[in-house]
């Protein structure tokens, strides 16, 4: 690999680095309708890629808006939710925005002049072109080319899809529209209004703007949505989905431990899908030579990210899931010991186990009962 960067390096400062094709990989996507294609560069692209994203990042991530959270130093998912959780509960409309292909549609053009706007530095505006117009190697080995579109995958997409944003949707909303606010990551973004009038006009002039830049919003994805406590009795949307979390009113209680109503986020059904899939695939009962601290390595980092994650907010929603976890450990438990074959004998061992070591299974400060 040392020899392998002065090579790059070499390369580089020369103008004589030529970007090899990424891989196409496909993932199926969070909502279960189709795949996404990721591009993925080979180690040695990575790096020269992660060269200019890092030089581009310290001059235009001071100048992102401060509600931009994707792909940010210091900014996480977690912090987007937080926010439009506050949101919702000053305004009572949002918009719950999606933009369709956001990844594939990206007017390079767009991209290109963005980039020469922050960098007089030639080399980094001549590979950030050869990196746009590199080409994709399809699962069935055919080579695709691309006339737009940054792969999602690559070290530099996340800026370069940053950078775009800002001149495309973040400055043109907030000169746009003074008084709304909004929360974006990526092509996810929720907007909120004062009004259902003020979120139709902004939809409007949305649709537009995405229009002049070369994108789109998903017409099945974006809509309006009524964030307020009161019961619509029309067929106005009163629920979205941001980031993995449901947006919606839940019970809730106040200090004093009275019940009330608030439009909350928690972790949504797809997001809850996805995890009860992956459960399933371990096979827990199957891997009867299995020791409890050989599942405890295994499992429970994967359990710990879902807690950090789907955890922070209202998270009883997820206590189902690891409660489901618990079960199938205990399936195993009676599979294993022949003697505690019977659900009651493996229930009172399991509890036994539970109290001596209440912190062995990463869920089991959340859900430990049988």
């Given at each position: 690999?040392?020899?392998n960067?002065?090579?790059?390096?070499?390369r580089?400062s020369?103008?004589?680095?030529?970007?090899?094709?990424?891989?196409?990989v496909?993932i199926?996507?969070?909502?279960?309708?189709?795949?996404?294609?990721?591009?993925v560069?080979?180690?040695?692209d990575?790096?020269?890629q992660?060269?200019?994203?890092?030089?581009?990042?310290?001059?235009?991530?001071?100048?992102?808006?401060?509600?931009?959270?994707?792909?940010?130093?210091?900014r996480?998912?977690l912090?987007?939710v937080?926010?439009?959780?506050?949101?919702?509960?000053k305004k009572?409309?949002?918009?719950?925005?999606?933009?369709?292909k956001?990844?594939?549609?990206?007017?390079?053009?767009?991209?290109?002049k963005?980039?020469?706007?922050?960098t007089?530095?030639?080399?980094?505006?001549?590979y950030?072109k050869?990196?746009?117009?590199?080409?994709v190697?399809?699962?069935?080995?055919?080579?695709?080319?691309?006339?737009?579109?940054?792969?999602?995958?690559?070290?530099?997409?996340?800026?370069?899809?940053?950078?775009?944003?800002?001149?495309?949707?973040?400055?043109?909303?907030?000169?746009?529209?003074?008084?709304?606010?909004?929360?974006?990551?990526?092509?996810d973004?929720?907007?909120?209004?004062?009004?259902?009038?003020?979120?139709r006009?902004?939809?409007?002039?949305?649709?537009?703007?995405?229009?002049?830049?070369?994108?789109?919003?998903?017409?099945?994805?974006?809509r309006?949505?009524?964030?307020?406590?009161?019961?619509?009795?029309?067929?106005?949307?009163?629920?979205?989905?941001?980031?993995?979390?449901?947006?919606?009113?839940?019970?809730?209680?106040?200090?004093?431990?009275?019940?009330?109503?608030?439009?909350?986020p928690?972790?949504?059904?797809?997001?809850?899908?996805?995890?009860?899939?992956?459960?399933?695939?371990?096979?827990?009962?199957?891997h009867?030579?299995?020791?409890f601290?050989?599942?405890?390595?295994?499992?429970?980092?994967?359990?710990?990210?879902?807690?950090?994650?789907?955890?922070?907010?209202?998270?009883?929603?997820?206590?189902?899931?690891?409660?489901?976890?618990?079960?199938?450990?205990?399936?195993?438990?009676?599979?294993k010991h022949?003697?505690l074959?019977?659900?009651?004998?493996?229930?009172?061992?399991?509890?036994?186990?539970?109290?001596?070591?209440?912190?062995?299974?990463?869920?089991?400060?959340?859900v430990?009962?049988?």
């Amino acid at each position: 690999m040392r020899g392998n960067l002065y090579k790059i390096w070499n390369r580089m400062s020369s103008g004589s680095y030529f970007p090899p094709p990424v891989k196409g990989v496909e993932i199926p996507k969070s909502h279960g309708d189709g795949v996404r294609l990721l591009g993925v560069p080979t180690v040695s692209d990575r790096i020269a890629q992660t060269v200019v994203a890092r030089h581009l990042e310290k001059r235009v991530d001071p100048l992102f808006h401060a509600d931009s959270f994707g792909y940010r130093p210091g900014r996480s998912a977690l912090d987007a939710v937080a926010v439009c959780r506050q949101r919702c509960w000053k305004k009572k409309w949002a918009i719950d925005l999606d933009i369709a292909k956001f990844f594939d549609s990206v007017r390079w053009d767009l991209v290109v002049k963005a980039v020469e706007s922050h960098t007089d530095s030639a080399w980094v505006i001549l590979y950030v072109k050869r990196w746009l117009a590199a080409p994709v190697l399809m699962p069935n080995g055919t080579l695709q080319q691309r006339d737009r579109g940054t792969p999602q995958g690559s070290a530099v997409s996340p800026i370069l899809a940053n950078l775009f944003l800002h001149y495309a949707f973040d400055t043109w909303l907030t000169r746009t529209f003074r008084n709304v606010q909004f929360e974006c990551y990526a092509d996810d973004a929720v907007i909120h209004c004062s009004s259902e009038r003020q979120a139709r006009e902004v939809l409007a002039r949305l649709e537009d703007r995405m229009a002049e830049v070369g994108l789109q919003l998903h017409p099945d994805k974006t809509r309006i949505v009524y964030c307020g406590r009161e019961r619509r009795r029309d067929d106005t949307a009163t629920s979205f989905t941001f980031l993995g979390f449901a947006f919606r009113n839940r019970p809730a209680k106040d200090r004093h431990g009275k019940i009330f109503t608030s439009f909350l986020p928690a972790v949504s059904k797809d997001a809850l899908k996805k995890m009860s899939t992956e459960v399933r695939s371990w096979r827990i009962h199957l891997h009867v030579t299995y020791s409890f601290g050989e599942f405890a390595k295994w499992l429970n980092p994967i359990i710990r990210g879902w807690m950090q994650y789907y955890g922070a907010f209202y998270q009883t929603e997820l206590h189902p899931l690891l409660q489901r976890i618990n079960f199938y450990l205990l399936r195993w438990v009676r599979k294993k010991h022949k003697r505690l074959k019977t659900y009651k004998k493996a229930a009172r061992r399991w509890d036994q186990v539970v109290k001596s070591y209440p912190s062995f299974f990463a869920h089991w400060k959340w859900v430990n009962v049988t």
